[in-house]
């Protein structure tokens, strides 16, 4: 086995990654089943979304601050941190259904645990370079175009079983295949991902991220003008969305590494990702906290994120790489 892990580290690299985050998506896969069996509304079962975006931005600003990724090799603290909130996710199912309204903040709590996980990426030299990279005109304008995506992203992600319940009530289907459907939409984003890394290879990381970034921003847009439609219709725009959500998600990062000043990539990465993750906590409370009264309309609330980062990204010079290679 050790053998077999040597030979092929980017594939294990994937697979820890992907079992790593699953952690993130706990609570969208059983949110509507957690309403059901313990009465909590939509904008509650936000907070808990919330509450493991604040574990993300604690959890990243701490790596960064302590250097823990400069002493330590990163496969160590991520598996320490992948264990931690493994076992504070285990005792948040094991607590589920206590006191209700009360355990609310104490789950809160242990979601927090979730997020630390992720260290960030590459060597981390320092907050203050991170946000210094913050003054560099490429990095600010490939910064803003992720922070539009995130405001947009995890929102989206939260009210995905919640689209997928409405269209399935309007269709009379059976009610157990939500969190399979919510799946499918979620899980269109690996497509997207791939799709838009072999795109990039021919047309640029900013061009791909340009246009899954509108693309989405469409669906988001349009979704709400046709509610009233074929769910088949609404289920297909769905599907878009979910492809191209998160396809600018890499393209942001390779991005984001090409214009951040070379002796401090790693904490201008932190950085970006602890501010875009914090942006992400008003658009899941909002739309959470509004879902029963505006319905789908809520959805509008999410277009601002598409809109500013498409502006951003206008600003954007040729990447560095690309300079280089004219030159």
């Not at 077999?4 to 509507?32: C, E, K, M, Y």
């Not at 598996?79 to 094991?94: E, K, P, V, Y």
């Not at 989206?156 to 399979?180: C, G, H, K, S």
């Not at 658009?283 to 498409?310: C, H, R, S």
């Amino acid at each position: 086995m050790a053998d077999l892990i040597r030979r092929h580290p980017l594939a294990v690299i994937v697979v820890a990654q992907l079992f790593g985050t699953s952690l993130w998506f706990s609570v969208n896969g059983v949110g509507l089943s957690l309403q059901q069996a313990l009465g909590w509304s939509p904008a509650e079962i936000g907070w808990l979304t919330m509450a493991t975006q604040l574990g993300f931005i604690t959890g990243t600003l701490a790596v960064a601050a302590t250097g823990l990724a400069d002493r330590f090799r990163a496969s160590r603290v991520f598996a320490i941190s992948a264990l931690f909130g493994a076992g504070l996710n285990a005792i948040f199912i094991l607590l589920a259904g206590v006191w209700e309204l009360a355990l609310l903040a104490a789950l809160m709590i242990l979601r927090l645990g979730d997020g630390p996980h992720l260290p960030p990426p590459g060597r981390t030299p320092g907050l203050g370079k991170g946000f210094h990279a913050l003054a560099r005109r490429d990095f600010r304008a490939v910064a803003g175009g992720y922070f539009g995506h995130c405001w947009e992203l995890y929102a989206f992600w939260t009210l995905v079983p919640l689209l997928v319940a409405r269209e399935l009530a309007r269709m009379e289907a059976d009610a157990a295949l939500i969190p399979w459907l919510a799946f499918g939409v979620i899980a269109l984003g690996l497509a997207g991902c791939v799709w838009g890394g072999r795109l990039s290879r021919g047309l640029g990381s900013l061009r791909v991220a340009r246009v899954a970034l509108a693309t989405s921003g469409l669906a988001c847009l349009l979704y709400p003008l046709l509610a009233g439609q074929s769910p088949w219709l609404l289920f297909g725009l769905l599907a878009l969305w979910g492809l191209t959500v998160i396809a600018d998600s890499p393209q942001f990062s390779a991005l984001a590494a090409d214009s951040a000043p070379e002796d401090a990539v790693g904490s201008a990465l932190s950085v970006m990702n602890a501010i875009g993750f914090a942006l992400t906590l008003p658009g899941i409370w909002l739309t959470g906290w509004l879902w029963a009264d505006g319905g789908v309309w809520v959805l509008w609330l999410l277009l601002p994120g598409p809109l500013l980062g498409l502006w951003a990204l206008a600003r954007l010079s040729a990447p560095r790489r690309a300079r280089e290679a004219v030159d």
